[in-house]
Nanobody, 122 residues
């Protein structure tokens, strides 16, 4: 059974930074692509970033390019999301996701965490 547990969310001032972590209880973690998506109140879910199994391929949504960085530590079964220069519009619940096949498409992802709240104050 796959479990994803996010941590690192919180309240930060605009311009600040947070690092989210997602610990995965996956025996073959290295064979899963990972990602983060977010959902703000009243808005649709938005894919933020994805990373392939090897870490060699990444996708960032335009609004976070240059500010957010995803990286994975396969030895620790953990994926991280470093978020810098945060803006109030980044406020949302951030969810970790895992894909057992593929990496780029939403339909590839079949496991999700419970989410962690990120609030950016102006």
């Amino acid at each position: 059974q796959v479990q994803l547990v996010e941590s690192g969310g919180g309240l930060v001032q605009a311009g600040g930074s947070l690092r989210l972590s997602c610990a995965a209880s996956i025996r073959t973690y290295g064979s899963y692509a990972m990602g983060w998506f977010r959902q703000a109140p009243g808005k649709e879910r938005e894919v933020v970033v994805r990373i392939s199994r090897s870490g060699g391929n990444t996708y960032y949504t335009d609004s976070v390019k240059g500010r957010f960085t995803i990286y994975r530590d396969n030895a620790k079964n953990t994926v991280y999301l470093q978020m810098n220069s945060l803006k109030p519009e980044d406020t949302a619940v951030y969810y970790c996701e895992a894909a057992s096949a593929g990496w780029r498409m939403t339909v590839d992802y079949n496991y999700w965490g419970q989410g962690t709240q990120v609030t950016v104050a102006s």
